[in-house]
């Protein structure tokens, strides 16, 4: 690309990314001519005083004083310019302005020169002409070095140096002047081309710079920045953090940590795609930036989760907790601004956790750590709010940790182990059971409450459920063994994750061809949120499950939304009453009625209701006159082992439906 088919680049000029090389090879070879230029004027001064010299000829002082002042006068105009060029800045240089000058300066010294071989040409004087013809011949060698970012300036300068000598030795008419006017022909061309190839290759030079460097800072932003947002990344934000950490203990000031979680992201992605997503999270990124000061730091770890860091905080902790309160509260407003994606406005909330340096540690990982479990705390208390960590909150999350471990290795150990809690008729007689979730370490049991929610947190709930599922299916299969059991039916809890899980439909299916037992002896039990939550992913599930002969129970009825639409909607086989409800039933005039209205509504949709909980004769009673037939409780039996179990079933307290 020539160099004048470029834009004029002033100072508030900017280029864009498909224009960044042609810009810095613009500037580039402006800064090589100008740098250059001080040496060439230099040979100029010099050569032209001493050819001055040489050639002095009384007969004609004139023309060469006036060849020699004009010769100085350009010189002096390109050094003026090559000096301006050095003190001015270069934000401040308009390149187009500064091309003119270097492309003018370069044709009024090819004149010159050109002048030099056509003025001071004398005829019939052979020294004159070797002398003029060895001096041009060095001034346009030199010439094509110091134009040589220019090959649009270097080859004019070249026509207007070499030609005016050459029209000289052509117009002698002798044989030996025309042979010198070819070789200065010849000369002309071969150092055009030599032009060109010095021009081709600095160009190349400094394209190849350009795209080193190109490549250097692209590799470094890959490195240190996130790709989406352009925020910092986790490599970063760590090394902003020592910086930090390096200034707060030379100087004693304090510095913060926010952890920030996008409540509910995974929503957006489910139901607008993740290209929505990635607009959310670019614009959450713009407001973040937009509410922190100069000195602080917005990062992206991955996902929806952002850190900032909150550096310079003086004061004391208390004074370093209320700066830190007011910027998470800005933040936090910010976020919750309504964004618009798709056409659609949405409102997003986030959670926020904090950690002070150097009072709660001066350690990098622990103040990620400690912000990190603040948040979770935000979350468990409500989300859309931020919490300040203290210990007893570590102390909590490496409690959950070790029990993680622990869960594991009891899955890979075959430590856990399923109790079934019989479900009886009015008379007392077995039709089923539920399988109870057990697992006994370092001498005590562990409540399901206790380990269930750590297992869905990190994901183990799917082994779990899948463990379970498989073993109530070989336990069915055992139990058909014995007399009179073939009809008995075992119920199964399903927890949310593990019901939408891709596949769980085949896991379920699979579990019963590998025991051989009908899908109509195992019953599944879900809870009302799954039937709201995940409507659609549950009613595919269900249906595809219920068209092969399972049974499915709303566990827990009554405690969560209670809608009526999803009873005549969903494949629901059965109620099963809250014990919360059930155990009230005989004191609380409010639980008799909730079960009496349950039983009522049940009995009109067709549905079988089992009341859990069932401690007393008169509880039994109670539901056993207001429609109630199946029960479950300690009234009827505790959760027992299934060797127990087995017992029970086998001393004949049988009560199977056809």
Known sequence: MRLTERPDLGPDATASDGDDLATFLYRERLELYYRSLRASLIAVVVNSSILCWLLWDPARPA????????????????????????????????????????????????????????LLFSPDNIYNQSLLAFVL????????????????????????????????????????????????????????????????????????????????????????????????????LLDRLRQARARALRHGTGAAVLFLDLDHFKRINDSLGHSAGDEVLVEVSRRLKAELRAEDTACRLGGDEFVILLT???????????????????????VTRPVTVQGMQLHLSTSMGASLLPSDSDDIEDLLRHADTAMYRAKDEGRNTIRFFVRDMQEAIEARMSL?????????????????????????????????????RDGRWV????????????????????WVVDEACRLLAEFRTLPGCETLILAVNVSARQFTRAGFADTVLAALERHGVPAARLELEVTESLLIDELRTTLECMERLQGQGLRFTIDDFGTGYS??????????????????????????????SIVRATLSMAQALKLTVLAEGVESAEIREFLVLHGCQRFQGYFFGRPVPVPAFRERLLSGELSLPP
């Open 63 to 118: 023309t060469l004083l006036g060849w020699l002042l004009a010769t100085l006068l350009v010189t002096v105009y390109r050094g003026v310019l090559a000096y301006r060029f050095s003190r001015t800045a270069p934000a401040a240089r308009s390149a187009r302005a500064w091309y003119r000058h270097a492309i003018l300066g370069a044709l009024l010294s090819g004149l010159t020169w050109g002048a030099a071989g056509f």
């Open 404 to 440: 993680e471990q622990a869960l594991r290795e009891a899955l890979d150990q075959g430590e856990l182990e399923l109790y079934l809690q019989p479900q009886c008729d009015a008379r007392g007689g077995i039709f089923g059971a539920e399988a109870l979730l057990r697992w006994y």
């Open 312 to 334: 310079e905080l003086d004061g004391t902790v208390e004074r370093g907790v209320q700066t830190t309160h007011h910027i998470a509260e800005r933040i936090r407003g910010a």
């Open 137 to 236: 011949a060095g001034m346009c060698a030199g010439g094509v070095v110091s134009l040589a970012a220019f090959i649009e300036a270097s080859v004019p300068f070249l026509v207007l140096a070499i030609v005016p000598y050459t029209l000289r030795l052509f117009l002698e008419g002798n044989l030996e002047a025309m042979q010198l006017g070819l070789m200065a022909l010849l000369y002309l061309v071969l150092m055009s081309v030599f032009a060109r190839r010095v021009n081709e290759t600095v160009v190349g030079g400094f394209r190849m710079s350009h795209l080193r460097e190109r490549a250097e800072a692209a590799a470094e932003r890959q490195a240190l920045y996130d790709d989406l947002t352009g925020l910092p990344n986790r490599r970063l």
């Open 563 to 592: 809608s009526l639409r999803y009873l005549q909607t969903l494949a629901v086989d059965s109620l099963k009453i809250d014990q919360s409800f059930v155990r009230g039933v005989i004191d609380s005039h409010g639980d008799a």
């Open 447 to 466: 409540p399901p409450a206790e380990f269930i929610p750590v297992a869905e947190e990190s994901g183990l709930i799917y082994r779990l459920g899948d």
